[in-house]
């Protein structure tokens, strides 16, 4: 079993730019594939990102190609994402997961979830 607490989130204007991070521990964490998930208002939990057990290969829903960056360090157990030319259509909860096995490409089996940040862009 593994907990994860994410942070990071606030209130910023529409091309601003914000940095997540999620903690985790319980096992060790490099061997988890790690994600990143969101949920604005009035919407279905939606795939962001994710990232492989070593940081080797990484998956990104389309509309935040070019902007978001998911990165690890696995010396801190902590998975970061770096999310820049923020748009308010980028306003929601966002929540880190992880899972056992599998690769980034399959996007589902999320095993354990963070309590979530939310991130406010205004325009």
């Known amino acids: 079993q593994v907990q994860l607490v994410e942070s990071g989130g606030g209130l910023v204007q529409a091309g601003g730019s914000l940095r997540l991070a999620c903690a985790a521990s319980g096992r060790t964490f490099s061997g988890y594939v790690m994600g990143w998930f969101r949920q604005g208002p009035g919407k279905e939990r939606e795939f962001v990102a994710a990232?492989?057990?070593?940081?080797?290969?990484?998956l990104y829903e389309d509309s935040v190609k070019g902007r978001f960056t998911i990165s690890r360090d696995n010396a801190k157990n902590t998975v970061y994402l770096q999310m820049n030319s923020l748009k308010p259509e980028d306003t929601a909860v966002f929540y880190c997961a992880a899972k056992e096995g599998g690769t980034v490409r399959i996007t589902s089996d999320y095993h354990y979830w963070g309590q979530g940040t939310q991130v406010t862009v205004s325009s």
């Open positions: 990232i492989s057990r070593y940081g080797r290969s990484t």
